[in-house]
């Protein structure tokens, strides 16, 4: 079983969105509060969009300017303190994306995690096997060498093991497109695998996944996404792409994806109901 810690990136989040909330109480401006500690606006609107990392003597200005109590400013340079330390998916930088590793520290603090999948089944859901299938059929393109795949892999499930199967695990809600359980990564035993596995991760209490039949009507006209929630950050939402990846953070367009999930949720079948399908579909990998 992982550790139990709170996630850096979170923290980092957290600390410049608590200093952006500060300033706008005190009904100043970014180039206000810049001309009153002598910094340049850039340096304001970097530290509170977390691209900056504050000093603690920042910290210490910005509290005396927006006039905080000692309590409050304990717990900002507790958030720095907290932003400073490294996170389990630095151990696999040199193989992932940055905006993924952004990803997986915003997902080790999310309580809930909820994605819609066309292509193929989610990576917190994925098998060894099937995980190591989908990482080298795109070999061709990112060029990624034996040990990438390998650092690739080994990341993949080091990461279900810190979401899935945590103390106080993140809930997970997947629809997948029918197609995803037809599409071959390796041989057939790959697959067999990957939707028996798929089926027992479904009967956990914090996993629910639904298939949206091909026979049906697609609701959303729209790839991947993936919309993490949290207790005490705003909510956001991943997008990935042939040549990288972003994310949504306008609270007006979150809303929009969350809306969309939940029209995909009601039109897909029900959970037993995808059971049965993804069953048979397994009885079809021969």
Known sequence: MPSEQ?????RRLRLGQELRHLRERRKLTGAKTAESLGWSASKV????????????????????LF?????????LLGLLRDADQRGWWEDYED???????????????ATAHRGWEPQLVPGLLQTEDYAREVILATRGIARITHSGVRSRVEARLDRQQRVL??????????????????RRFGEPSVMREQL????????LP??????????????VNTGAFVHLK?????????????????????????ADYERAFEHLRATALSEDESRVLIQRKIMQWR
Do not use: C, W
């Open 95 to 109: 193989a992932l994306p940055s905006e993924y590793t952004t990803f997986l520290g915003l997902e080790a603090e």
């Open 165 to 182: 199967h945590r103390t106080n695990p993140a809930l997970l809600a997947v629809v997948l497109d029918e197609s995803v359980l037809t």
């Open 206 to 219: 914090h996993v629910s996944v639904q298939v949206l039949p091909l026979d049906g009507e697609h609701p």
């Open 196 to 203: 028996g596995h798929l089926l027992e991760m479904s009967l």
């Open 45 to 64: 609107s970097r530290i509170e969009s977390s691209k900056t990392m504050p000093s603690a003597d920042d910290i210490e200005a910005m509290a005396q």
């Open 230 to 254: 949290f207790v005490d950050l705003d909510d956001a939402v991943y997008l990935e792409s042939l040549y990288g990846a972003r994310f949504v953070e306008a609270l007006d367009v979150v």
């Open 67 to 75: 006039k905080v109590d000692a309590e409050k400013r304990a717990e």
């Open 6 to 10: 709170g996630s850096p990136t979170v």
